[in-house]
Every structure is written in C-alpha cells, then in structure tokens.
C-alpha cells in the first residue's frame, strides 16, 4: 500500500513588475506568482499544482494549502485516486475550514490546488494527459464528480446527464479534430497599461503575423488613454478583427456603462470585468447598457454559484473560467455543465504563471465532452514565463494544441523553482542588492526597486 506523506507548498515569485508585465488598471505592480504544491507519497509518484497570486497573496494561500494536510496524509493513495469526487467534497465540506467562506475564497482555491494536485498524479499513473484521462471518462463517472448541491434549481441530474450523454457521442472524432486543429487562442500579451503606444503597436503586428484571430486590451486607468490604444488597435488590426476590452474591475455600473460607449466606435469585441466579479445585476445592467458589445466574466468567479446566478440572471455572452479561482477540475466541471445548459461559450482565462498549461485541460475536456464543438469558444493565451514549465503550451496557427505529455500542466523545472523562491532565491536576492544600491545612489532618484513584501518560509512541507 502506498500513502500520502505531506503537502510540500513552495513560495515562488517572479519579478514581473519591474517590466510591468500583467500591469492592468487595477494590479498595477503584478509579480506573477505560484503557491507551488506537490503532494508527495512514499513512492516516487507526486502530484503537482499551484495557485496563481501576484505577489504576497502567496503567504495567506501558502498557510492555506497546508491547512488541508490531514485530509490526505498517511491516507491510501489508490483509494483516494479512485474516488476523487469523494475526496473533493470532503475538502470542500470541512466545516471548520468552511466557516471561512463557504464555496468561496482563499480555502477554496487551496481546495483547488489539492484537488489538481491529485488529478495531476492521477494522469501521470495512468500515462496521459489530464485532459485525455478525464475525456476518457464515462458520463455517469464524470458527473459523480460533480457535487450539485445548490445548482439544481438550474441544472438538475438529469439534465447534467444527457448534456455528458449528448458529448460521448462523437468524442473520438472531436478527440482527432482537436489533435489537429486545436482550440483557438486569443491573446493578451499586445495590451498591457504600462506598454507604450510603441510597443503596443509592434505587438499587435507580431500578434497577427503569428495567427491570432482576436487580441485584448486593458483599460479603465484614463478615458482618454482608452480611446488612443483602442484607435491605435483598431487601425493597426483593421476593420471587423475581434479586439476585446478588460476593465479589471474597474467601474461601478454607470460607470461601466458611459466607458463602453465612449469606445463603441472601435467595436470592442466583448467587455471583460467591466465591474465587481460578485455583482450579478450590475453585469445584467451593464450588458443590456452596452448591447451588441458582450459582456464577459469568470477569472475571479468563486464558486459554482456565482456562475449558475450569472446565467439565471442573463448578466453574460462569455464565461470565462480559471484553472485556479475556484475549487479544482471538479468544480470546473460543474461549470462547463452550467454553461452548456445556457448555452454561454466558455473562453478560460489564462496569463499569470502556468494558468495557460493548466486551464487548456478544462478547455480541452469541455470541447470534447461537454460543450462539444463551439465556434465561439477561444482560450486566453499571454506569453510570459511558459519556460519555466516541463511542458509548457504549444501554440500553431494562434490556436492551443493539445499536449500528449503525462499529467496536469503545472510542473515547473526544478531550477526555476530554486532561482525563484522568495526571498531566498537568486532571481529575489540579486533583486535585493539592486534595491539596496538604487537606494544609496542618490544622484539617481529614478531607480526602480523590487516591491517589499513580508518574508515568508520558502517551502513548508506538511508531514504528520
């Protein structure tokens, strides 16, 4: 019998604010970050996942992923394997932990990074790819993964049955097309705030010369900055290319409202984020404000709730799920379900680190089982830091392709791990130095410096 033996969370950060690289309206310093979790056992099998942050949100979900040890150490490793929906609402059903935010916030994203990190060594003990081992699934198996408390007023059993019915047949054929064609990506590389109009411009270019067929900007800092990026992008992509509009959450719904038409003029594709990620009438306003331009959401969606009330309500054309956000590929699934019923195309969000390696799978999975082919569906894709994992994406023709390497997508090379542990590692301590010469040179006031941030434990591993 093998066992688990502990939750080994490491700190890792990448300095991605020195370039402002993922600067947006709301996140203006971002250093891209993973709570990085591999769940060991007394073999050398592991699982690995992580949790996105952009920084010091890697100390509160660190502490958080570690709370969950004694659900899994010293506990059979085939058993749990086997019964994941079972292990899945065990996590989510810890009262104690619950009481934090049921369905909801750090706990359940540190639930999502156990449950990964199980999927992930599933797949590689079975010699495949996450998405193939759960599209190999039968309906009924992949439904016992769904816990369907509270949704069931918008998606009963049986409905969610015949939508897994309805995608077994044909999968084989989606399977072979999908291995050819992938799925279609947008990008945001191109957009980012802190990018001048230069670079925007070169970028955008380099976006349609490698094949994308839509790309997104930010906006929501300046009316008037909004305005010029949106006539640059229109006039470098010319007319009728899908050029989509991220806020951040940025505006309250008037707000919203005013923006979005002030930019009509350059048709913004969809708006994403236009407002808080937890109002659901102000989206439902907001869309009907703002009508032909969509009405996006879902990397800060929390819970299977939050989602099956957007689409009762009508506040979205596009849900956009997170590898990370919510409570594991079984909550994932869950979702697919709910926008399969509503007929709403799911585009995941992705960026950050390893969020594209890890949410192509959801994708994958939705394309071939759930939601079935979809011509609206796309992918997010930003091209940073993809060297840092074993398997990183592999992009043709701006489409995803799909990976036959074992296993989840979040594993990273041993050595970025190490060059990136903070406050320890290299990347961290020569950034450090950096920080303490600007600030002896006085003669050079503009010298930028590393954000400061509490230190933390680079690793804590959870044994019994």
């Not at 639930?111 to 699934?137: C, K, M, Y």
């Not at 994958?364 to 079935?372: E, H, I, R, S, Y």
């Not at 011509?375 to 940073?384: G, K």
């Not at 398997?391 to 296993?407: D, F, H």
Request: with cysteine; charged share 25%.
């Amino acid at each position: 019998m093998s066992i688990f033996t502990a939750l080994d969370v490491q700190d890792v950060r990448f300095p991605t604010s020195r370039d402002l690289d993922g600067s947006d309206a709301m996140n203006t310093d971002p250093d891209y970050s993973a709570a990085y979790l591999t769940v060991r056992t007394d073999t050398p099998d592991e699982g690995t996942a992580l949790v996105f942050t952009i920084g010091r949100g890697n100390d509160v979900q660190s502490a958080a992923i570690a709370a969950l040890a004694p659900h899994l150490v010293g506990r059979d490793v085939e058993e749990v394997l086997a019964d994941l929906g079972g292990m899945y609402r065990e996590l989510t059903h810890d009262s104690q932990l619950r009481w934090l935010g049921p369905d909801k916030g750090v706990m359940t994203m540190a639930i999502g990074a156990v449950v990964n990190a199980l999927w992930d060594l599933r797949a590689r003990r079975e010699g495949r790819p996450l998405w193939l081992t759960l599209a190999s699934l039968g309906p009924e198996e992949l439904l016992d993964l769904v816990d369907l408390r509270y949704l069931e007023d918008a998606l009963t059993r049986e409905e969610a049955l015949e939508i897994l019915r309805r995608g077994a047949e044909g999968k084989e054929e989606r399977i072979a097309a999908l291995r050819e064609h992938g799925v279609p990506a947008y990008t945001t590389t191109p957009g980012w705030l802190g990018y001048s109009d230069e670079k925007l411009t070169r970028l955008l270019g380099e976006a349609r010369d490698e094949g994308f067929e839509m790309v997104k900007l930010k906006v929501g800092a300046d009316p008037a900055d909004d305005e010029r990026r949106m006539r640059i992008a229109r006039e470098v992509m010319g007319p009728g290319f899908p050029i989509a509009i991220d806020a951040n959450q940025r505006w309250g719904t008037a707000e919203a409202i005013e923006a979005i038409r002030a930019l009509a003029p350059y048709e913004p594709y969809w708006v994403e984020e236009p407002t808080s990620p937890d109002d659901i009438l102000a989206h439902a306003a907001i869309r009907q404000g703002v009508s032909p331009v969509r009405v996006a959401t879902g990397e800060q969606g929390a819970s299977r709730v939050l989602f099956k009330q957007l689409l009762q309500a009508g506040s979205i054309d596009v849900l956009q799920a997170d590898a990370t956000r919510v409570a594991g590929i079984n909550e994932n699934l869950a979702i697919l379900l709910l926008a399969a019923k509503f007929d709403i195309p799911v585009c995941p969000h992705a960026g950050g680190v390893g969020l594209c390696e890890m949410v192509q799978h959801v994708a994958f999975l939705d394309a071939v089982a759930v939601g079935g082919e979809d011509q609206r569906r796309r992918i997010e894709f930003v091209d940073h830091l993809h060297e840092h994992f074993e398997v990183p994406v592999r992009i043709e023709n701006g489409a995803y392709m799909p990976p036959e390497e074992v296993g989840g997508g979040a594993r990273m090379h041993a050595a970025s791990v190490q060059d990136h542990l903070f406050p320890d590692g290299p990347v961290w301590a020569e950034g450090a130095e950096g920080v303490a010469s600007a600030s002896s040179d006085l003669s050079d006031p503009s010298a930028a410096g590393t954000p400061g941030a509490a230190p933390v434990a680079p690793s804590a591993a959870v044994a019994p």
